[in-house]
């Protein structure tokens, strides 16, 4: 046990990657999961704000991007589940604390899509905080996760740049489509800055994720370097964010920002966000009415196995 | 200690700005929004590999270019211009149209599999759509667009088949519904890799390789559901039989079908129906399922049809005998309430560019 540990210890210590047979400690394990999980349910749950639009989509290639957009994430919802079930988890048993309400999601698909705009702003500053957070993680200390992170963050860092692509069009449009993109962004922006988590001196579990390298940066670091990245991203799209003390501090070489609305942040994770009660009741009700179809499956698959058995015992064709 | 030590971040560095302080286009923000995130990953090789190589990951005509740039788009000698423009809408609208169908279960698939194969085969129609649209803007020399002619048209002058405009039961009937689609398009764009027009002939040569896909997909759902448990048994059962109705129809050519076909550039959809029947046959025995009769309801009065999911709708009653409802620009109400959403952001804005 002793030399277990010890092992562990080194592995981390050296920077290399703790494997799914690797003796790990139960804490670290249960971390892994609980952020492995989290994160593939926030790539489900997100694919519903922007997924409501695709139906709508102005133009037949933003609906392509936008499909393409939607069905990436779900592909990374399944390499997510999939790294999760390395450490002994279960995508059933993960999807239903999912809809039972036991394990989170990203509180920032609490908010709605109100606007075609919207799409093009989560694309820019929730994909682009989500990218900052994520980048890290491509070093996580646990190798599947750290090697589905790398996929995911190319994936991702596409989606940003199409999204602002998507807003740069948006802007050279007419007064209406530049009304709608400050909106969306007045409305994106302190959510955004909320996705890094809560402050460093009230996030008691950072000291031994650090520690354990499944975190590679505090959330306070994170976040300053999210607003130092969109301060010039906003100026060359011709937005306003929507924060009067946001200035450059030549001092501290980044940039000041006023101050979050915690409570808000709170009163979204605990479950009274604008949506959280409509986004996991879809997902609910695609898990349920699902369940039929999957029953299905394992029905035909186990009838069709039992076939091959009994022809394979040549006893024909069997059940 | 050495364990909580960590790399502090990199200083954050400014983009270059021209003379007026301005970035200089959009290239340079899109450099800036890499070489923020890369400097994130200042240490390790992590962020190399994601930038390797060019990039792959425009999906298929999510780019800028004119889907048809360097294609002779010249309508060969011997094909009307009009009856190709017109051939083009119709197995363009049946790709947009089919493509809308499927992209309204994203979010909503019994699983996450389910989620990516649909937006696959969705995505898959979707680029299909775009070409033949393109294609028919060319051909009657109108130059309308892919765009104008996906959102500015109602529902009168869409040419799909009514089989790709009702609405969605569930994923049974889904299934079924996709399996007939597919396997009557595949056989129609197998032809039409030879057609004298060539981009119609390009645009079969991509399409038989997705739409190859999209059949084996839903068959092997299909026999999942149909020799699965007594439930989906039941259900498939009700799904094929929602579907059938719209089965004749694919079948039924219109006049300008007709004509395309004897101009060497379409497909007469009546010589399609033998190898239709051998798929389905062999699909639906291994389901153990048994075919539907075939019902033809242009001729029919009684036009209701009962769903799995206990909605209605009513298939339209003054289609001429033996003429096809949806290739005449007859359809249901079902494909107004579809237009109405998807062309609801285009129409409110029109003279925006997105």
Known sequence: MADLEERFDRTIERDQRVEPRDWMPDGYRATMIRQIAQHAHSEIIGMQPEGEWITRAPSLRRKAILLAKVQDEAGHGLYLYSAAETLGADRAELTGMLIEGRQKYSSIFNYPTLGYADVGVIGW????????????????????????????????SFHQRQGYELLMTMMRGTEAQRAMVQDAVDRWWWPSLMMFGPPDDASPNTARSMAWKIKRHTNDELRQRFVDMSVPQAEALGVTLPDADLRWNAERGHHDFGPIDWSELQRVISGNGPCNARRVAVRRAAHEDGAWVREAATAHAAKAAGRVAGTDAGMGGGG | ???????????????????????????????????????????????????????????????FA??????????????????????????????????????????????????????????????????????????????????????????????????????????AEAMARLLVFATWRLALLERLTGSRDPVLAAVAVKGVKEVAYHRDYAAGWVVRLGDGTSYSRERAVAGLAAVWPLVTELFTPHEVELRLASAGAGADPSALREGFDDVLGQVLTAATLTRPTDTTFTQSSDTTLTRPTDTTFTLPRDTAPGRPAGRSGTHTAALTDLLAEMQSVARAHPDATW
């Open chain 2, 66 to 171: 004119d889907p048809l740039a360097g294609v002779d788009t010249r309508v060969p000698d011997g094909v009307d211009g009009a009856d190709l423009a017109a051939y083009c809408l119709m197995l363009g609208d049946d790709a947009l149209i089919m493509s809308h169908r499927l992209q309204e279960w994203c979010t909503r698939a019994p699983e996450l599999e389910e989620e990516v194969a649909l937006a696959n085969i969705a995505l898959d129609l979707l680029g299909q759509a775009r070409l033949l649209l393109a294609r028919a803007g060319t051909a009657d020399g109108s130059g309308r667009d892919e765009d104008a002619l996906a959102f500015r048209r109602d529902a009168g002058e869409f040419r799909n088949v009514l089989l790709a405009e009702v609405p969605n039961g569930d994923f």
């Open chain 1, 125 to 156: 500053l929730v994909d682009g905080a989500a990218i900052c957070n994520q980048v890290p993680l491509c070093r996580s200390s646990y190798g599947p996760y750290a090697r589905a992170m790398i996929r995911i963050c190319k994936e991702e």
């Open chain 2, 1 to 63: 200690m050495s364990s909580t030590e960590h790399t502090e971040l990199p200083a954050y560095e400014a983009p270059d700005r021209n003379a007026h302080g301005r970035l200089d286009d959009t290239g340079d923000v899109y450099e800036m929004l890499d070489d923020a995130h890369e400097a994130l990953a200042h240490a390790g090789n992590a962020y190399e590999a994601l930038n390797d190589g060019d990039d792959p990951r425009w999906a298929y005509g999510t780019g």
